[in-house]
């Protein structure tokens, strides 16, 4: 693992592919006109009409537009709730979370940098992002909720909350274990919504390139940074 400075030593490079990706997002969501029907979605959901979020065949370049325009409206449900938890956390408790180097160098050789190790943690964040759709969405909310047992309204929230909330629960891991309070998992809950929305409406597929587009956010603007830097990539825990 580096050491921390890494974080402390960030270049403007970061702000500028952070704000970058955001720009892209917001763009492509309005110059599609994608922001309506999403809000709209979200709000079914929110209110207990999940059944109006009709499945969608829109293409995987359609995809990726709905996932980019979904990330920037999903902003306030993890800025809002990481805001208030960090409030509600005692001081004592906030922990600062360590920083992971995403690939582990063999004996006696120098940790890889530079692009070439940008796309192999790329590849192992997606393998994350994969597992974790799979396990969250697409058995609770895929396998579960076609059975005759777990039709309707009520089955469905229920399964909901309950493949959301293990997902939520599950990066608790990412703390050390005298500071995992309960509500670190709230801000993981509230971004489960939107991942919901993409897989009504695209299934497993828009699930997985929703939530991947969305980590992006955070992770890619670092890693480039740490590129440029010429160190080792390493990722903050995200619980």
């Given at each position: 693992?580096?050491?921390?400075d890494?974080?402390?030593?960030?270049?403007?490079?970061?702000?500028?592919v952070?704000?970058?990706?955001?720009?892209?997002?917001?763009?492509?969501?309005?110059?599609?006109?994608?922001?309506?029907?999403?809000?709209?979605?979200?709000?079914?959901?929110?209110?207990?009409?999940?059944?109006?979020?009709a499945?969608r065949?829109?293409?995987?370049?359609?995809?990726?537009?709905?996932?980019?325009?979904?990330?920037?409206?999903?902003?306030p449900?993890?800025?809002?709730?990481?805001?208030?938890?960090?409030?509600?956390?005692?001081?004592?408790?906030?922990?600062?979370?360590?920083?992971?180097?995403?690939?582990?160098p063999?004996?006696?050789?120098?940790?890889l940098?530079?692009?070439?190790?940008?796309?192999?943690?790329?590849?192992?964040?997606?393998?994350?992002?994969?597992?974790?759709?799979?396990?969250?969405?697409w058995?609770?909310?895929g396998?579960?909720?076609?059975?005759?047992?777990?039709?309707?309204?009520?089955?469905?929230?229920?399964?909901?909350?309950?493949?959301?909330?293990?997902?939520?629960?599950?990066h608790?891991?990412?703390?050390?274990?005298?500071?995992?309070?309960?509500?670190r998992?709230?801000?993981?809950?509230?971004?489960?919504?939107?991942?919901t929305?993409?897989?009504l409406?695209?299934?497993?597929?828009?699930?997985?390139?929703?939530?991947?587009?969305?980590?992006?956010?955070?992770?890619?603007?670092?890693?480039?940074?740490?590129?440029?830097?010429?160190?080792?990539?390493?990722?903050?825990?995200?619980?």
């Amino acid at each position: 693992m580096h050491d921390d400075d890494d974080d402390n030593g960030r270049s403007g490079m970061f702000l500028l592919v952070f704000f970058g990706l955001i720009a892209a997002y917001a763009a492509t969501g309005l110059v599609l006109g994608l922001f309506s029907s999403l809000a709209r979605d979200l709000t079914a959901f929110s209110t207990g009409s999940y059944a109006t979020i009709a499945a969608r065949d829109d293409g995987v370049s359609m995809i990726v537009a709905n996932a980019m325009t979904m990330a920037v409206i999903t902003l306030p449900l993890s800025v809002i709730p990481t805001l208030i938890v960090g409030r509600l956390i005692r001081r004592g408790q906030q922990t600062k979370k360590p920083a992971v180097q995403m690939l582990v160098p063999q004996p006696g050789k120098k940790p890889l940098t530079g692009w070439r190790a940008l796309i192999m943690a790329l590849h192992k964040i997606a393998a994350v992002v994969f597992y974790e759709e799979f396990y969250t969405r697409w058995i609770f909310l895929g396998v579960l909720a076609s059975l005759a047992w777990f039709q309707g309204p009520v089955a469905f929230y229920t399964l909901f909350f309950i493949g959301n909330g293990a997902w939520a629960l599950v990066h608790l891991t990412n703390y050390p274990a005298g500071a995992r309070n309960p509500l670190r998992i709230l801000p993981h809950f509230f971004l489960g919504i939107p991942m919901t929305i993409m897989f009504l409406r695209y299934g497993l597929l828009g699930a997985f390139i929703g939530h991947f587009l969305w980590n992006m956010i955070p992770i890619l603007p670092a890693w480039i940074d740490q590129i440029k830097r010429g160190v080792p990539l390493t990722l903050k825990s995200s619980g």
